[in-house]
């Protein structure tokens, strides 16, 4: 795919200025999210630079909450006992103007979780991230659907170009679908407009590390966070790249999946301006 | 331990086969695993070639479960509320005729425990994988047993051989006994007949690094569920060999427990035919 | 900080002969911790030597508890249905003479945490490890408390002195405080009498990996259950310094968080007595 040399030209210092707003805020992020990614999740934010909080339990919220500087979203192991947490946590994000970001993990896959995905965007997100296929299931649900595959995507992320601008206009979210292109978009928002942009870093391996994900929308909450609402757009668009990024430098040492993980998380953790700068690759 | 040229030279292109199957299939495997282990299950799971679901709410099982092709029960962390998860989970798996394996995670340590597995073994699971203590307790329930150590085996796998028999014949499953050699028997079973195998391959130290066991279980999931169903057998030896062989890669280059398991999943999703030829060691 | 050679000179064979009679002894700790923790704490209890057992539910707690050399007890990710299992076990544990352990992960983040650590507290852990926000929260106990950032502290461990020794004295337990120097103090004990002492070791990048807090208490667990009771107080100087010395030794081959995390575990697993006795750095 072409990329518009000038358009990189701009959101370089763009990302940059994003990354080092994170690092010199460290922002706490409270994090709802499932079982298996917890040690990523938590790894990820702490070598971004943020402070992340694992905090389940709805007695801690009235005290905790309103503390936070975003909220992060995961229904990855779902269970009935965590939904309410996870829409208590969000109603008193919002109560607080916290953002909050949403990660549909496996939104297809039984009408319960599909369901509570639902319930989840009533609550109206700052952003939802998900792969293809989860994008796909949320903006036809209603309409019958298809069995998905487990946690996969079965899609490709350019498949759900038309899904995320239908969820970005239903949901008023701002929407980031993660593939060989990512593609993050918000329709008529009043506070992003109309925009549709698409980040073509990473590697394919990463789909060989589990929890990665929900890494990277971990990363959007901090990004997001440690932005002015007024840039939440572009906050997510850089958290993307930015991983996305460090998955590309990390690969150039990787022998594997399990040295991939070690190495982008240490990329991440030590990503420069030169090293940003001559990897980025943005269009739209 | 002397082997016999012969039948490595028969087994070598059996596991390949194996191994290819699976690659090709990219099974979907729901597990109901401990906390400790999802993040190595997981990732186990997909650097070879599957892919994992961490699907523990029987809310989603009616629409999840019938779209699976194996299931993967593991009693690490068990509590109360999980133990009815995984009956149903299994009873579904049977009704869809889909293979499903168990991993008795220190079986012995307490009654609850040992009545939670007794429980499930009744549901017939196509293979159980423990390691030597585990599978004795096992054998031995309903007959007075002292206290097992923990999580971590006391007997050598060897110890184990009669009891594996024994659970075999009773369980009607293939018993697979994890240790310095691996052992894999089925008794009088209408589909694999009498069947005992050893596997010489793995490391010591794979014992230093946590959830290895759970991840070869997991690991024995995927290889049945590529696998023709008469062909079972096979792909449990194959799934203990990969793994151990895997392992013993990984050592060349690891300088502790936690190298080891970074260089084991990379070696893991890289392993290709000469240097799985080379290193297996497999009698019986 | 100046250190007093002669001091280290006597410190250095204590840690060395604590740390081999961990190994030797193979310590059963069981824990009860959070979730993102748990595979670090398991990983580092194996590399140590000692064999971690993840056992939360109360139903085994009368057939496995009295069979353990010692309780690990992390409040992280706590909820209202976890905190009676963590209570039964400590009963249990000092009605069998086990020594426990107590981490009060993000102690002042909410009242419930709060009131749950304050629970625990009366049943008299052996030994209490915080980082400094935690110790001084818990001191404050009562008196009205500003929030505390999440789970990483907001306070340097050496303005936590007088907050230890309060506890210390309030608790009858051993308090630790973690930071750019450890602190490890008993006032007025029966068993260990008024004891202040510092371990100087340590890198800053510690704090970049999650769970590194929850680790280094399940080891305390360990040198501790390893030891025999009148020496408590020198187990817990021991294993804090000996996990901060696998921190310096990994961070001399470390690229970032993640490297970091991998080699502090293969040093832990690997150190012999000339590099402990080169790095040791405890004063008091």
Redesign the interface.
């Known amino acids: 795919m072409e990329t518009n040399k000038e358009e990189q030209l701009e959101w370089g210092p763009t990302v940059w200025s994003h990354l080092t707003a994170l690092r010199d805020r460290s922002p706490?992020i409270?994090c709802i999210t499932?079982?298996?990614s917890?040690?990523?999740v938590?790894?990820t934010l702490?070598?971004a630079g943020a402070?992340?909080?694992?905090?389940?339990?709805i007695?801690?919220f009235?005290?905790?909450t309103p503390?936070?500087d975003a909220l992060y979203v995961n229904v990855?192991?779902?269970?009935?006992d965590w939904l309410p947490s996870m829409k208590a946590a969000a109603l008193l994000a919002n109560e607080h103007r916290k953002p909050w970001v949403l990660d549909p993990v496996?939104a297809g896959?039984?009408?319960?979780?599909l369901n509570a995905c639902l319930e989840l965007l009533l609550l109206k997100p700052t952003v939802i991230r998900g792969n293809a296929s989860e994008i796909i299931a949320l903006s036809q649900a209603g309409i019958d659907m298809g069995?998905t595959?487990?946690?996969?995507s079965c899609h490709e992320s350019m498949d759900a170009v038309e899904a995320a601008k239908f969820l970005a206009e239903a949901s008023g979210s701002i929407v980031a679908v993660s593939g060989a292109v990512d593609i993050i978009c918000s329709i008529k928002s009043i506070t992003h407009g109309d925009r549709l942009v698409f980040v073509h870093n990473g590697v394919p391996m990463l789909?060989?590390?589990?929890?990665t994900g929900c890494a990277v929308t971990a990363l959007i909450a901090a990004f997001v966070a440690a932005a002015d609402p007024l840039h939440a757009f572009d906050a997510t668009v850089s958290a993307l790249s930015v991983f996305a990024i460090a998955g590309e430098m990390g690969m150039e040492l990787?022998?594997?999946?399990?040295?991939l993980?070690?190495?982008?998380?240490?990329?991440?953790?030590?990503l420069d301006q030169p090293a940003l700068l001559s990897h980025i690759n943005i269009t739209g």
């Open positions: 706490l409270q499932n079982f298996v917890m040690d990523l938590a790894n702490l070598s402070s992340p909080a694992m905090i389940h339990s007695q801690e009235s005290d905790f503390h936070i990855g192991t779902l269970s009935p496996a896959s039984s009408q319960f979780r069995p595959k487990g946690v996969d789909q060989k590390i589990t929890a990787a022998k594997g999946p399990a040295s993980r070690m190495h982008l998380i240490d990329s991440l953790y030590g």
